[in-house]
């Protein structure tokens, strides 16, 4: 009777010991199955131009429609140049925690998408796309698609217009394409499967520093 109570409380430590050892393992197998899937990001190459698309910013980096824009590899060049500034500047637009100091200073202030759409701050904004390039060797002009979880759970989107310059080794916000954003959005899936966004309704034609696209 004796040794069957010792054999009984053998039998449950070993299963007790067991159970935490595959507890232990299981716990660090899946630290490790997290960490092997963080996407730490990439380089890509677009008309033969890298592009880091790596932290910080990485979301906003991997926004940048770059592809069928019909770019030189002159203007590839000067957008992989002026990446990081740009990411961070989208970063801080949208004001996810993010403080502000982050924008850089111009003789313009930039328009607030969560003052305009009157969003709180428990409301999560991100970047969808970078898109719409235009060049010329001093300034880079864009359009960047904005989106957010609306009152009724479907995505609203919206889209605002954008200038940076050269300034030193730097490129900064220099001020709006045009004297009012794009606005809301409607989208649908293209023919090609990719989500296709245009205006809800067309801004004003008067471009407040118009560019031309140049050779460099």
């Not at 990001?41 to 677009?46: A, K, L, M, R």
């Not at 701050?121 to 991100?126: E, G, R």
């Not at 310059?165 to 709006?176: C, I, L, N, P, Q």
């Amino acid at each position: 009777m004796q040794e069957e109570q010792q054999v009984s409380r053998l039998h449950k430590f070993r299963r007790l010991f067991e159970s935490l050892f595959c507890g232990v393992g299981l716990l660090f197998f899946s630290g490790c199955c997290t960490e092997y899937f963080v996407d730490k990001g990439h380089v890509d190459w677009v008309g033969g131009i890298s592009f880091e698309i790596k932290t910080p910013y990485l979301n906003e980096k991997k926004a940048f429609n770059l592809r069928d824009q019909n770019l030189s590899p002159e203007a590839l060049q000067q957008i992989s140049e002026a990446m990081p500034f740009i990411a961070a500047f989208i970063n801080a637009q949208l004001g996810n925690g993010i403080s502000y100091a982050f924008v850089p200073a111009s003789d313009f202030k930039v328009r607030s998408i969560r003052d305009i759409q009157n969003l709180n701050t428990d409301i999560f904004l991100a970047v969808k796309s970078i898109q719409n390039w235009q060049i010329t060797a001093q300034h880079i002009q864009f359009n960047t698609d904005y989106f957010y979880t609306g009152p009724d759970g479907h995505f609203v989107y919206y889209r605002d217009n954008y200038i940076f310059s050269r300034s030193d080794r730097k490129w900064v916000f220099e001020k709006h394409a045009k004297s009012e954003p794009e606005g809301l959005l409607a989208c649908e899936k293209g023919p090609s499967g990719w989500r296709v966004c245009m205006p809800l309704k067309p801004t004003k034609e008067f471009d407040s520093h118009p560019l031309s696209v140049l050779p460099l």
